[in-house]
Structures are given as structure tokens and as C-alpha cells.
């Protein structure tokens, strides 16, 4: 099992396979070399370097790994990009002071870049305890720090404690991180992840040489884009930015605890893995990016993403769409403008408004200065015509400091641990930061006096509605809690099964918040959902399910302890599925390889067979309306369980369908006529069935795939090649081997049949069962709908516009525009 649950957190971890160890030494020096099946290790045996092969590749690579960490984690390769393909080769350091990687056939692989002056004789190559693999001195053991080289700064895809992500301003040395190709082959990936240098400098992800990800600028705590990195008792980050040198580090807090972090080539970029030896399994703690708002300007200029908003983007206050016809069709990528134009320099004409808790906008175009007041930074904005907004620098004390922006502001997300942003715009516009001091005419004053008595009347209208109406749904509320059928548990006991909600127990995040782990008094493990506070967005919606919850119970669906609702919190108590969700097994590369056909198809089915639960045979109908791969969450035994009932909308016993102006679900998997009309219907969760067993036998998500010149979501694909009689063609490779291609093709039709655009051609889920699990001959599916953004598209058509084909993943809530 903790070789299973390795494989599940990281994929560079597993299946090296290691030739003998027939010596470990303590350095490497001219007169002794360090061959293939031999091992250098460090002084107090916490790292080993030595020759490995990753997964089921042939090569042969020099590396550095923990040496007490069962699971093997490669922490550095030498020859990333030149491996060897013989295990004859051999690691010496030469007359000229190089550590040399030597062939059978002595020829070069790899080699350091160092002219010593020192006397080969006098060097030694050492790996140090912190895991840097160093040429020094060797008979100046006063002078550690002095190094002719050190492999902390070459990183190649994991930081380690002290070592520095960042530049040499003085040598011109840019350390950063490079992923792994893949899980088998360590050469250099597309994503990279370093410091981006400029005025202010930012953490930041590239993907080749496009920014993928920034974390907004160091604010004298961490970064304002970046929620989780407050004081806590693992780590510490240092960032330094001084003449000689920009860069960041970390140091653990605690001795005994291993916590890196990796740059992956997957969905999480980077993530800060720590190992728990009682599992012996790494855990992560945090990634990166951690939502899709951290998806470089994914709003545009002047927009701003709020995760839990619906949509997602939003103009700031005083914005609006450039183009309204786009950004409705959420396309954001043109961003926003000034409602009203501000003139620069006419006194009164322009002011600022201020946005609380913003991550900072893209630092390209910005100008610093660590000594000036907020006052005095709002009169530098104001005196250039060009500043758009202004910020303090650092955060930290009250905050100190000054950081301007020039031109447009992107990449803007509403944020955890953002700080205060001040953006001009036309006096009219400004409300809170208003820099103009209006002449009280007689005229305003009686204006406003007329004004504010209309609004206080109006207020006490709205309070004695609001309060009547209040008492009624708390009534209500008081009714329902009796009637939930379900045990309460309070938050004391919450609190202490969780370890106050400490960051080191959370599973994940949902559309209504942060979800944990927690252990009971009596040794229970338990998954506890914690309703954002921060939104009143998902109350509704929290107490749908835990109503759903209460009444529902079948082997296929997660099961709920208990609940407990207390002042603001209010949260439920799923049994804990040690195997989280099936998304991180069928879209990861490595861990896709522990789920052969027979576990799909039995994932399939037992899916089928929790919504056929949920559609019939329920005292309730209902329709799930979310139903995607990371709502699916998995037992020890691989047994799959529907979650995520917040969403689902509960209809009358014969009521099969209903009509909402709220859509909630995940773009990919919604049904065209719920997408657009908001018509919802048991077959709309087909639907996004269809999309699941898609996903599932191809590996693929149903988001812009291209293929061949075409650019098709997954249902496009698979359509085009059931037509051209080629559907054995979707099957993911790691699958071919283990499954009957026919049973798999009968799926796809399945598949296709649910996919079909009218509802009323789709299948329902007991037929869905009988088609699964018996031989009957199967109708021909007619076309499905290829739903790209909200356009639904029957029939074979392609979009022109990479861009506009991309889909989001997240759970949507919008409003329908009918
Ligand atoms: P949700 O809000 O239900 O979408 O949950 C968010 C994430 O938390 C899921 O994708 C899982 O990784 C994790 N999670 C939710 N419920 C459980 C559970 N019962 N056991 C283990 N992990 C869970």
C-alpha cells in the first residue's frame, strides 16, 4: 500500500531500478573515481549519489537521491540531457579540477565547467549533509563555504532546503527549476520555474518561454498571490534582493521533517512534498498553481478572478467588458476598459479606489521604492500620467513602502493573502479613494439630504422584510435540522480530529471550500468538508446536501457521518477514501498504470450504478448536475463513490426534469441543453456519463484536444473516429494490453449513445447497465454535441481559435443569459 500511495502523490518517485551496491565512500577524488554500482554518500547519510535507471527507461543516469527514503526520490541528475547506455561508466575529476562522466569507451557524457589553480592533488568531491554535491579544497576544511563548483547551482527539478532559487546579479547565474520529460526520463521538461527579474521580481512558471504561472511580488511575508505560506511550524522562506543577488530559499523549522519541493510535468506544477515515514509515503502540501485563477491573466487586463465568483472573471468596479459579446461568451482574453475616461493632469478629473485583498498585478511594467509612504507613492502615481495604480511594497508592519504600475494591470485574482491595490480611474468612478473634495453648494447638499432620507426609509423597509423573512427560514432551518436524519457533531471535536484545520490535513479544495483530514477519538478517519466562510456563495447549496445526504445511502455513493453546524461553520463528515479522486488516477501518467481495464470497466459500472441510485431508485429523484472524475472518489479496494451532492438538485418523485437560471456544473461535462437552455434532466447527468467513460478509457479530459490539425474537445475526437471506423484508436496506451478491444469499443458506443445531442435519444442509466454488462446488439449513435465554451455545436465542426476553445475544469456557477 505505501508503494501505491507514493505512486499516487509523485510521479518521479518509483520503479528505479538500482544495480547492486558493492561499496559507498565519502568522497571522490582524482586517484579514486566513482563507478556504475558504486555509491558517494554524505557524512550524516541523509543523501547518496550514484548511478540509477528511472522507470522503464535503459539509460543510465548519475544522481543524487535521500538514502533512508524507501521510496526513491531523485533529487538531482547530473547528465540529465546525456545519459549513458552502459554500465561500465565511471565518475572521476580530472587534472583540470572537472568532475568528468566517462563511457565504456572514455568518452566524455558529462562534465562540471570549473578551472582550478589548486594542485589536483588537493581536491576532493564531496556530498554535503544538505544534499549539494561540491568540488572543494580538500586540505582546507576551514574554508567550507568555498566552492570550485556545487550542484545547488545547476538545480535540475526539486529546491532542497537552503538551496537558492534565483540569480547571481554579479556572474549572471540563473538558477531555476526544470521538470522531469516525464516519470521515465529526467531530461529537461517544458516547464520551468525561477525568479522573474525586473524592478520587483516575482516567483514564476514558464511553459518554454511563455509565463504560465506568477506568484505576484514578494510582499515582506511571501507573495500575494500565494495563500498557505503564513507563519506555519514546517517552513520558512527567505528572500533576499540586494545588488549582488535576487533569490529565494526555504529552511525547515524542523530537523526531523523531510518537505521539498518538485517542479512536476503535470496539472501541478510545483509542489512541496513531505515525506511521513509512518506511511512511508510523501504527502503534498501545496501546489502550484493552486486553482485555475492562477492561470496567467486568464481574466485580462483590469479583470479580476474570484475562484468562487460566478464567472469566475469579473471586471474590476469601474471597469467594464471590452467586448461585452465576448466576455458574455466568456472569453475574457480582451479583458476590460474604463467606464469613464480619466484625464491625466486636469485637477479633480481622476482618483483611485481601493481593492482589498488583491494579488498584485503582472510587476513587468512597475516601479519600486522601499522608503516612501503610501501618501507619498498615491502623489507619485498621480503626477504620471501613465500610472494606473499604486500598492504598498511591503505588507509586513503595517505596511511600508511604495510599487506603481504603469499601463494596463493583468493578471489580477482576488486572493487569500492579498493585499491592498489602488487603482485610478475618473473621479466619478472612485467611491472609497475619492481624491476630490467636493464644494458644498447648497444645491448638493440638498440633494444628498433628500437622497439619504430616501435611503434610510428604504432601509427600514428592506430590515423589517429582511428580518420577518429571516425568521421564517431560521424557523424553517430549525425544522430541517431536526429533520436530518443525521448525528451532530460539534466543533470542538471538529477542531481536534483535524488539528485546528492545520494545512498539513487537507485533501483538497471543492467549489465550497478546503476539505480535511481528521481523526476521531476512537482512531476513525474521517474527510471533513469546511464550507468557505469567506463566501455566502454555497450555504444554499451545503444544506442541499447535507438534506441529499441524510436520505441517500448506496455503496456507490461517499457516505456521510455526520454534520456539524456551529455560528459560521458548518460542515459535513464524509468517510474518508484513502484514494482520493479518480481524476488524479486517470489524467497522471504514472498513476494511470495502476488502474488496468478490468478496474475501469468495474469503475464504470459501479458509477452507472450509483446514478441509476440516484436517478430511480431513491425515495428522491435527483439529478447531480456535477457529475466529473473529480467528484468520484475512491476506496482502498479501488471502489468508486459518487460525491459532491451540493449541487445535485432534488426533483418530485415523477419530476424528471426542471429549468433553472442558475447553471452550476463543470464546463466539458455539461449537457448542451443545460448548458445554454438550463434545462436540466436526468439525461443532462448522462451526459456528462458519457463524457466520464470518455475520459476513462481515453486517459484524455473532454477539454481542446488537437489532433492531426483538428482541434476537438474529446467528444469531437471520439466522433470523428467511430465515423472513420478507427474507435479502438481513443484507448489509452497504458490500457491496450489488459483489456478485450471489443468490450472497450462496445463502451465507446455506450459512451456515444449517452453523448447524443437531444435528450430524449439518450440512453437512460438502467439501460446504460444492461448495455454495459450484457451482449445485446446496440443502436448507432446519432452525433453528439461537441460543447465547446457555452456553444453547443452539433455535427462535425472544429473551431478556428485555439484560444477559444480552451475549457475551464473548474465547478461553474453562472447565470444563464435567456
Ligand atoms: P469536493 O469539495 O467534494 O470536490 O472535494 C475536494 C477534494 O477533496 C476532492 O477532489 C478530494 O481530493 C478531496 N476529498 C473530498 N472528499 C474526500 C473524502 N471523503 N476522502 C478523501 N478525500 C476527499
Not at 550514484?50 to 521510496?71: A, D, E, H
Not at 502550484?288 to 479583470?303: E, I
Not at 457555452?790 to 465542426?797: F, H, K
Request: glycine fraction near 8%; proline fraction near 4%; hydrophobic fraction near 35%.
Amino acid at each position: 500500500m505505501a508503494l501505491v500511495h507514493a505512486t499516487l502523490l509523485f510521479p518521479n518517485l518509483l520503479f528505479f531500478f538500482f544495480s547492486q551496491v558493492s561499496y559507498a565512500t565519502d568522497t571522490i577524488t582524482h586517484s579514486q573515481p566513482l563507478s556504475d554500482g558504486s555509491t558517494l554518500v554524505s557524512k550524516d547519510g541523509t543523501f547518496e549519489l550514484g548511478f540509477f535507471t528511472p522507470g522503464s527507461s535503459t539509460n543510465r543516469y548519475v544522481g543524487i537521491w535521500f538514502k533512508n527514503i524507501q521510496t526513491r526520490t531523485i533529487v538531482w541528475v547530473a547528465n540529465r540531457n546525456n545519459p549513458t547506455k552502459d554500465k561500465s561508466s565511471t565518475l572521476s575529476l580530472t587534472e583540470e579540477g572537472n568532475l568528468v562522466l566517462l563511457n565504456i569507451n572514455r568518452s566524455l557524457v558529462w562534465s562540471t565547467n570549473t578551472t582550478s589553480k589548486e594542485p589536483v592533488s588537493s581536491l576532493v568531491v564531496q556530498l554535503l549533509d544538505s544534499g549539494n554535491l561540491v568540488i572543494r579544497d580538500g586540505s582546507n576544511d576551514k574554508n567550507e563555504e568555498s566552492f570550485l563548483w556545487e550542484s545547488f547551482d545547476h538545480p535540475c527539478d526539486t529546491l532542497l532546503q537552503g538551496m537558492k532559487l534565483g540569480w547571481n546579479l554579479k556572474t549572471g547565474l540563473n538558477r531555476f527549476l526544470t521538470a522531469w520529460k516525464n516519470w521515465d526520463d529526467p531530461s529537461s521538461g517544458d516547464f520551468t520555474s525561477g525568479v522573474k527579474l525586473g524592478t520587483n521580481p516575482e516567483l514564476a512558471i514558464w511553459k518554454g518561454s511563455v509565463e504560465y504561472y506568477r506568484s505576484g511580488p514578494w510582499n515582506g511575508i511571501f507573495s500575494s498571490g500565494v495563500f498557505g505560506f503564513s507563519p506555519n511550524p514546517l517552513f520558512e522562506y527567505k528572500y533576499v534582493q540586494n545588488e549582488d543577488e535576487v533569490y529565494v530559499r526555504y529552511t525547515l523549522k524542523n530537523s526531523s521533517v523531510v518537505s521539498i519541493i518538485v517542479l512536476n510535468q503535470t496539472l501541478y506544477l510545483r509542489q512541496r512534498i513531505t515525506w511521513i515515514p509512518h506511511t512511508r509515503t510523501w504527502s503534498v502540501y501545496q501546489s502550484l498553481p493552486q486553482d485555475s485563477c492562477d492561470v496567467y491573466n486568464v481574466c485580462g487586463a483590469y479583470g479580476s478572478c474570484m475562484i468562487n465568483g460566478s464567472p469566475v472573471c469579473q471586471c474590476l468596479e469601474g471597469f467594464k467588458p471590452k467586448s461585452v459579446q465576448n466576455w458574455n461568451a466568456m472569453d475574457w482574453t480582451q479583458g476590460c476598459v474604463h467606464k469613464e475616461p480619466w484625464s491625466c493632469g486636469v485637477k479633480n478629473k481622476d482618483g483611485f479606489r481601493r481593492f482589498v485583498g488583491m494579488k498584485m498585478p503582472d510587476t513587468t511594467h512597475s516601479w519600486i521604492n522601499t522608503s516612501m509612504t503610501l501618501e507619498d507613492c498615491k502623489a507619485k502615481c498621480l503626477n504620471i500620467c501613465s500610472c494606473t495604480a499604486y500598492a504598498n511594497l511591503d505588507t509586513s508592519g503595517g505596511g511600508s513602502g511604495c510599487s506603481i504600475w504603469f499601463g494596463d494591470l493583468v493578471d489580477l485574482r482576488v486572493s487569500e493573502s492579498g493585499q491592498d491595490l489602488y487603482v485610478r480611474m475618473a473621479t466619478s468612478d472612485t467611491i472609497i479613494y475619492n481624491d476630490a473634495k467636493h464644494k458644498n453648494s447648497k444645491k448638493v447638499v440638498l440633494m444628498v439630504a433628500i437622497i439619504v432620507s430616501l435611503v434610510v426609509m428604504m432601509l427600514m423597509g428592506f430590515s423589517y422584510i429582511y428580518m420577518t423573512k429571516t425568521k421564517k427560514e431560521e424557523e424553517k432551518d430549525e425544522g430541517e435540522q431536526e429533520n436530518l436524519e443525521l448525528p451532530f457533531f460539534d466543533l470542538a471535536t471538529i477542531i481536534n480530529a483535524t488539528n485546528n484545520f492545520s494545512i498539513v490535513n487537507k485533501l483538497g479544495e471543492g467549489g465550497f471550500g478546503p476539505v480535511y483530514k481528521g481523526t476521531m477519538l476512537d482512531g476513525q478517519v474521517i474527510a471533513v468538508k469546511r464550507l468557505s466562510r469567506s463566501s455566502g456563495q454555497g450555504l444554499k447549496e451545503f444544506k442541499n446536501e447535507v438534506i441529499l445526504c441524510a436520505k441517500l445511502q448506496h455503496r456507490n455513493l461517499v457516505k456521510v457521518l455526520g454534520c456539524c453546524i456551529e455560528g459560521e461553520e458548518k460542515m459535513l463528515l464524509y468517510e474518508y477514501m484513502p484514494n482520493k479522486s479518480l481524476d488524479s488516477f486517470i489524467f497522471d501518467s504514472v498513476q494511470s498504470k495502476l488502474l488496468d481495464w478490468p478496474m475501469r470497466f468495474n469503475i464504470l459500472c459501479a458509477i452507472a450504478r450509483g446514478l441509476m441510485y440516484l436517478h430511480q431508485d431513491s425515495r428522491l429523484r435527483i439529478i447531480h448536475r456535477d457529475l466529473k472524475a473529480s467528484n468520484i472518489l475512491l476506496d482502498n479496494n479501488m471502489n468508486p463513490k459518487i460525491s459532491d451532492f451540493g449541487l445535485a438538485k432534488m426533483c418530485g418523485g415523477d419530476q424528471v426534469e426542471g429549468n433553472t437560471n442558475r447553471i452550476v456544473g463543470t464546463y466539458g461535462y455539461m449537457a448542451p441543453e443545460y448548458a445554454i437552455d438550463g434545462l436540466f434532466s436526468t439525461k443532462s447527468d448522462v451526459f456528462s456519463f458519457g463524457v466520464l467513460l470518455l475520459e476513462i478509457i481515453s486517459g484524455k479530459k473532454n477539454r481542446t484536444i488537437t489532433n492531426e490539425g483538428h482541434i476537438d474537445n474529446l467528444i469531437g475526437h471520439a466522433w470523428r473516429m467511430w465515423k472513420e471506423g478507427t474507435p479502438e484508436q481513443l484507448i489509452a496506451p497504458s490500457l491496450v494490453d489488459s483489456c478485450k478491444i471489443s468490450e472497450v469499443i462496445r463502451c465507446i458506443q455506450v459512451g456515444l449513445l449517452c453523448l447524443q445531442h437531444h435528450p430524449d435519444d439518450r440512453p437512460n442509466m438502467t439501460s446504460v447497465i444492461v448495455m454495459l454488462s450484457s451482449e445485446t446488439i446496440l443502436s448507432q449513435p446519432k452525433v453528439p454535441s461537441f460543447l465547446i465554451k457555452n456553444i453547443s455545436i452539433e455535427g462535425e465542426q472544429s473551431c478556428d481559435r485555439q484560444e477559444s476553445c480552451s475549457i475551464n475544469e473548474v465547478t461553474v456557477s453562472l447565470l444563464n443569459a435567456r
